[in-house]
T-cell receptor
């Protein structure tokens, strides 16, 4: 079983609509959580960190459910430029430690926003 | 400022040959990571360097893989006796410290024939 699992999609989303997807992680000791974005044939880039209480960054909302061991990402008012693969990333170490060390990446969820 | 750079951008080699992949992290970044990404797959952690600490090599798939980081800056990932299953994109990332955002380089696309 993979440590971080994601629905590969693609999620086909009309422009302006809302899309949400989850990521599950198997290691209950996981403490730090992130969403990265990867455009086709490009390197991943940090989208946002995920905090215990949930957090928003503009049109993006991330939630963490420790009991069920999943994190979610919701994108509101989707733009064509949101088309990408979204990678879920998990670390065993907390954000207050001196190092996040080894990060576990999911295989990604592909989102395609259509006009 | 300059981002993470990697070279070569593409490498085609024959099975059994050795290859060296280079990563130049962002200046001043103390943490450096190597990952590989196979087609349609997520990133697979390979190795992590943090300052002067011993590297975390737990992700290296076999003893054919090794990496070093000289002078706390440039890193080289070496794959000996390459196999076809080594074909992938090898990504390097660096961060200011161990708990800051990782910035990725453009990757080296390795194809082993």
């Amino acid at each position: 079983r993979k440590e971080v699992e994601q629905d590969p999609g693609p999620f086909n989303v009309p422009e302006g609509a809302t899309v949400a997807f989850n990521c599950t992680y198997s290691n209950s000791a996981s403490q730090s959580f992130f969403w990265y974005r990867q455009d086709c044939r490009k390197e991943p880039k940090l989208l946002m960190s995920v905090y215990s209480s949930g957090n928003e960054d503009g049109r993006f909302t991330a939630q963490l459910n420790r009991a069920s061991q999943y994190i979610s990402l919701l994108i509101r008012d989707s733009k064509l430029s949101d088309s990408a693969t979204y990678l879920c990333v998990v670390s065993e170490r907390g954000m207050t430690t001196d190092s996040w060390g080894k990060l576990q990446f999911g295989a990604g969820t592909q989102v395609v926003v259509t006009p | 400022g300059a981002g993470v750079s990697q070279s070569p951008s593409n490498k085609v080699t024959e099975k059994g040959k050795d290859v060296e992949l280079r990563c130049d992290p962002i200046s001043g970044h103390t943490a450096l990571y190597w990952y590989r990404q196979s087609l349609g797959q997520g990133l697979e952690f390979l190795i992590y360097f943090q300052g002067n600490s011993a590297p975390d090599k737990s992700g290296l798939p076999s003893d054919r893989f090794s990496a070093e980081r000289t002078g706390g800056s440039v890193s080289t990932l070496t794959i000996q006796r390459t196999q076809q299953e080594d074909s992938a994109v090898y990504l390097c990332a660096s961060s200011l410290t161990g708990t800051q955002t990782q910035y990725f380089g453009p990757g080296t696309r390795l194809l082993v024939l």
